[in-house]
């Protein structure tokens, strides 16, 4: 069964001999469920009754209330038995206490030329939250996000052959930091560099509150003598938001992402159009784990 990009390039990560918890372990729900799902509920129907609609097609705002209507029938939607089966069985391989990230990972981002960041939405499935489908309901009905839905409208993609497939892994409490970096310095365009955005405890760096300024970085590819702090956050009293070790834990990891990745890519290592953009995490015991990568999306003719 396929899986989402995102999903795929966390499983590509576990096989770089990265150092043992720097990639968190989990499982890929693939997209079959969510396709028997939507055709065990007759939802692929109402969606194109919806989308041939008249006036979903001419009314933003009636277009944004039907959505909003057809993401809560899908979380109210009957999951199959065999379907049920499964997701206890997956639940239940991790300690009964343990919170689990539920992310999604469609067929329609992370992708080389578009990356889909923030289209859709993902989810904590605490331990008293009862069966885990509740969870994977709520992040299938995320495919209908009025912007993932406008988003795919203005690209032309038939909505028709999208799909959700969801990463599973321990979610994280207490994070001292969030972040992104790139393989490349897509910002200030300093020569052999990195570039590292980090916001204080769990503000997330790709949807991070509206008061939050973060850090910027600028990491040279071999020595820390030549890195600089472009910008301080101002959540961190001016502190710096990453220790040494954990920069030089980051040049180490993204040389080697950048590396792995072009070749699974099928690219040049060199090639200026290319770069590996990773997002991570301090947590609360002071480690640096990696919980994404993608493609890097450079704008139209920037170099």
Do not use: C
């Amino acid at each position: 069964d396929s899986v989402g990009v995102k999903a795929a390039n966390v499983a590509a990560l576990r096989k770089f001999k990265l150092p043992e918890g720097t990639v968190p372990n989990g499982y890929a729900i693939p997209f079959h469920y969510y396709n028997e799902f939507m055709k065990h509920n007759g939802f692929y129907q109402y969606a194109q009754d919806l989308i041939a609609n008249p006036r979903f097609q001419k009314d933003a705002d009636a277009r944004e209330r039907a959505l909003t209507e057809f993401r809560a029938l899908i979380r109210k939607g009957m999951v199959p038995a065999w379907m049920m089966d499964t997701l206890e069985r997956m639940h239940k391989s991790w300690p009964a206490d343990q919170s689990l990230r539920l992310r999604s990972s469609t067929n329609n981002e992370d992708l080389p030329g578009f990356s889909g960041a923030g289209l859709y939405d993902s989810f904590t499935h605490r331990p008293d939250e009862g069966h885990i489908s509740k969870s994977v309901k709520q992040v299938f009905a995320s495919m209908w996000n009025y912007r993932a839905f406008e988003e795919r409208d203005f690209y032309r993609v038939d909505h028709m052959s999208v799909a959700m497939g969801i990463l599973v892994h321990p979610n994280f409490k207490g994070e001292r930091a969030n972040g992104v970096a790139v393989s490349d310095d897509i910002l200030y365009q300093t020569a052999a560099s990195y570039y590292v955005n980090t916001q204080v405890g769990e503000d997330l760096v790709t949807n991070p509150d509206e008061a939050s300024v973060p850090e910027e970085l600028v990491l040279a590819w071999y020595e820390e003598d030549g890195d600089r702090v472009m910008r301080t956050s101002n959540r961190n009293a001016g502190n710096p938001m990453l220790s040494t070790v954990h920069r030089n834990e980051l040049r180490k990891h993204l040389g080697q992402i950048h590396g792995r990745f072009a070749r699974l890519y099928r690219r040049d290592m060199e090639d200026p159009q290319f770069a590996i953009e990773i997002e991570f995490k301090i947590t609360k015991d002071n480690r640096l784990v990696i919980k994404q990568a993608r493609p890097w999306v450079y704008p139209a003719a920037t170099r």
